[in-house]
């Protein structure tokens, strides 16, 4: 398994409790995922994965940009895998933003449901693919950020990506949106 994030933190960091095996690529472990050439990179070592799961929050739409090298890799090679990129239930906003945070999410969240169309067409490739938008999660950043908020905790959000991989082959789960709702 293949992992696009930083093991020390947040949810890469629930993830890698569950996948102690997995391989990390971070900013911290030497990978700028901003950069072509890296992205490239990392593309061409996901095909040593049956599993890839796309974590880090990047700007400039790095994410996006990511996935569709790794789907160009994953055409080229036949490859057969699941990727999984984590967005975020800010991609549905109700109402205008003036952040880009959003709009990248929403981008990436296109993507990955052009790529389910793909996966679900006469002439599939042999891979799975799954856009999962989490809501706030408790990270130290987020605690600072919105103190009170709902927010789900990582480890939750884990299991549910662990329940994802666990789904049978035949099995492709297009989108999932989990949000903390207060109850009273």
Known sequence: ??????????????????????????????YNLGK?????????????H??????????????????EAIAKQWVEHNHKG??????????????????IYPVEKR????????????????TPPNWKTTYIAPG?????RQDEKMPGIPKLETSYVSQV???LIDQ???VNISELCLDRIQIT
């Open 168 to 170: 049978p082959a035949s």
């Open 36 to 48: 072509r050439d890296t992205r490239e990179q990392v593309a061409k070592e996901s095909i040593n």
């Open 107 to 122: 981008a990436l969240r296109a993507y990955m449901r052009q790529l389910s169309q793909a996966v679900g067409s006469d």
């Open 161 to 163: 990506i662990k329940w």
């Open 1 to 30: 398994m293949l992992i696009i994030g930083n093991k020390d933190y947040g949810l890469a960091r629930s993830l890698s409790g569950l996948y102690p095996d997995a391989h990390f690529m971070s900013r911290t472990t030497g």
């Open 136 to 140: 706030n999660m408790h990270t130290p």
């Open 50 to 67: 049956t599993v890839v799961l796309l974590v880090s929050a990047l700007g400039d739409f790095s994410q996006v940009m990511l996935a």
């Open 82 to 99: 699941y990727l999984i990129a984590v967005g975020s239930s800010a991609d549905t906003p109700v109402k205008g933003s003036k952040w």
